[in-house]
C-alpha cells in the first residue's frame, strides 16, 4: 500500500567463536529433518561436525556437497535431489555461491533457511535475496525468498581462518552502503522490500561505516594471525548483519549498479563482489561531487587493500573499457536510486576522474548538503 515502509531482518543472529557448533541447537526449535548444503572444498573438514552437532539434538540431516555456479539449472537440479529428503529447512554452509544455492533451493521447496558463513565476504548471509549468474558468470536475475534466513549462523573462529582478501571484500561492500542508503533516502529510492526506506536503515548504516573507518585495520591483523579479537568481531558483525541490514532496508544505489558494467570486464569479472562495490563506490562519490567523501574513503581502501582505480583490478581504463562498463551500469536498476540521475557522459567522467585520483575536476557541477 502507498505510504507503507518495511523492514526485513533475520528472525535470528548468532555469532562469536564455535558458534557452529550451536547450530544442532538452533535447528532443533523449529524442525526436525534438515538438508545441509556444504561447500564441496569443505566437506571433509566440516560435516562430521555439523552432523554430529544436529545428530546430538535430534535432527535427522542430509549432506550434500556444493559446487559450480549459481545457475537456475543447477538450483533445480539441487532442489530435486532436496525434495526426497522431505526436508522443512535447508542449511547452507559456505561462501556466497553455497549460500545462494541454499536460498534458492529453499525457494523452490517451501522450506526455510538457515545461512552458515564461513568467510565475510559480503552480507548475502542475512539477505532474503539470491543472486543467479549464466555459466559465464553474469549476473541474470536477483529473485527473493519470501521472508529472510530463519537463522544466520557466523562462527568468528571459521571467519579468521579463511584468506584475507576474502575480509577485505566484505569491507569493501559494507562501506558502500552508508553512501548507498544516503543517496536512496535523498531521492525517491526504493529498498528491496519495495517501499521507501524507515530511518533506522540509515542509522545502521552510519554506524555499520564508524565500525570499519575504526576497527578494519585492527581486525585484518587478527585475521592475518587467525585470532579472534574484539576488533575482528565487531568488522564481522559490522560486515555480515549490519551490512544486510542496510543495504535491504536502506536501498542500492550507484556502487551497486557499477558491479553490473565490471563483470564485462574479462580481467576484472574475477575480482570479488566487494572489490567492485568498492570501485563502485568511488565513481558514486565522484559522480555526486561529494570530494569530502571521496578523499576519505578512498584513503580507508588504500589502507585496507580495497581498490582505488579499475587498473587495481588488473585492467586499466581505456575509452573502450569505460563505454562497456558504463552501457552495462545504465541498465542496473538500482540506478533509479542516484541523486544526481546518471548519464553515460557524468559516469564516464567520474570513472575518468577516480581513475586519476582527481577531486579538482568533478565529474558534476552538483552539489548537496553535508552529511550530518
Known amino acids: 500500500m502507498p505510504g507503507l515502509r518495511v523492514f526485513g531482518a533475520p528472525l535470528r543472529y548468532v555469532q562469536g567463536p564455535g558458534a557452529l557448533d550451536s547450530l544442532g541447537e538452533i535447528v532443533r526449535t523449529r524442525h526436525e529433518r534438515a538438508v545441509v548444503l556444504i561447500d564441496a572444498l569443505l566437506v571433509d573438514a566440516l560435516a ?3 552432523t554430529a552437532s544436529l545428530a546430538g539434538a ?3 540431516a542430509s549432506v550434500l556437497a556444493a559446487s559450480g555456479e549459481v545457475t537456475q539449472a543447477r538450483i533445480d537440479a539441487e532442489a530435486e535431489v532436496a525434495r526426497a529428503f522431505n526436508p522443512t529447512v535447508i542449511v547452507a554452509i559456505g561462501g556466497g555461491k553455497t549460500l545462494d544455492t541454499g536460498k534458492g533451493i529453499a525457494r523452490s521447496l517451501g522450506a526455510r533457511m538457515i545461512t552458515v558463513p564461513t568467510i565475510a565476504s559480503n552480507d548475502g548471509p542475512t539477505s532474503r535475496v539470491i543472486a543467479l549468474y549464466d555459466e559465464a558468470h553474469r549476473l541474470v536475475d536477483t529473485p527473493r525468498m519470501d521472508e529472510n534466513p530463519e537463522a544466520v549462523v557466523v562462527d568468528t573462529q571459521l571467519i579468521s581462518e579463511a584468506p584475507t582478501h576474502f575480509l577485505v571484500a566484505g569491507i569493501g561492500d559494507a562501506a558502500a552502503k552508508r553512501f548507498e542508503a544516503a543517496a536512496c533516502a535523498r531521492g525517491t529510492g526504493m529498498t528491496s522490500n519495495g517501499t521507501r526506506p524507515l530511518e533506522l536503515a540509515s542509522v545502521i548504516a552510519d554506524e555499520c561505516y564508524r565500525l570499519l573507518v575504526q576497527d578494519a585495520r585492527e581486525a585484518l591483523v587478527s585475521a592475518e594471525r587467525n585470532e579472534v579479537s574484539p576488533a575482528l568481531e565487531r568488522v564481522i558483525e559490522a560486515v555480515i548483519l549490519m551490512s544486510g541490514l542496510a543495504f535491504e532496508n536502506g536501498g542500492l544505489s550507484l556502487a551497486h549498479s557499477m558491479t553490473r558494467g565490471l563483470l564485462e570486464l574479462s580481467d576484472v569479472k574475477s ?6 562495490v ?4 568511488l565513481v558514486q562519490l565522484m559522480h555526486e561531487g ?9 584513503a580507508f581502501f588504500q589502507a585496507t587493500g580495497l581498490p582505488v582505480a579499475l587498473r587495481d583490478m588488473g585492467q586499466p581504463l581505456s575509452a573502450a573499457s569505460a563505454d562497456v562498463v558504463v552501457q552495462a551500469t545504465l541498465g542496473a536498476p538500482h540506478l533509479a536510486n542516484c541523486v544526481p540521475v546518471p548519464t553515460a557522459i557524468s559516469l564516464a567522467a567520474a570513472m575518468n576522474s577516480v581513475e586519476l585520483g582527481d577531486v579538482t575536476d568533478v565529474a558534476l557541477n552538483t552539489r548537496r548538503e553535508p552529511r550530518g
Open 271 to 276: 575480482r570479488l563482489h566487494g572489490y567492485h
Open 278 to 281: 568498492a570501485y563502485g563506490l
Open 290 to 298: 561529494d570530494v569530502e567523501s571521496f578523499r576519505s574513503t578512498r
Open 58 to 60: 535430534g535432527v535427522a
Open 48 to 50: 562430521g561436525r555439523v
